[in-house]
């Protein structure tokens, strides 16, 4: 059973970067063809898919956060983490990661299979 649990600040101030990493269990984020993805969700707004990190490391990202995201791995600790810079009160939401079974997609549906709990972020002063 494939388990992700996000970590990091509840907290952030507008105008720094938001760091958040997933560690996931049960299963490498190097097996072949799987990716990883990270999605969020505002307070009363729908799931918004922000990118993903496949098992060869490649990355790819939402057009409408590309400039401001960033989705890196650590394999030694089965971890992949998210940044998002330069955020605002609009970034406020539930983030979650999950996995993507092969054939992954950039584009929807994104076949998410496993989940986790998700972390609220708020961005506030």
């Known amino acids: 059973q494939v388990q992700l649990q996000e970590s990091g600040p509840g907290l952030v101030k507008p105008s720094q970067t938001l760091s958040l990493t997933c560690t996931v269990s049960?299963?490498?984020?190097?097996?072949?063809?799987?990716?990883w993805s990270w999605i969020r969700q505002p307070p009363g707004k729908g799931l918004e898919w922000m990118g993903v990190?496949?098992?060869?490391?490649?990355?790819y990202y939402s057009p409408s956060l590309k400039s401001r995201t960033s989705i890196s791995r650590d394999t030694s600790k089965n971890q992949f983490s998210l940044q998002l810079s330069s955020v605002t009160p609009e970034d406020t939401a539930v983030y979650y990661c999950?996995?993507?079974?092969?054939?992954?997609?950039?584009?929807?549906?994104?076949?998410?299979?496993?989940w986790g709990k998700g972390t609220l972020v708020t961005v506030s002063s």
């Open positions: 999950a996995r993507v079974p092969p054939p992954f997609s950039t584009t929807p549906p994104y076949g998410m299979d496993y």
């Open positions: 990190i496949a098992y060869d490391g490649s990355t």
């Open positions: 049960g299963g490498s984020i190097t097996t072949s063809y799987y990716a």
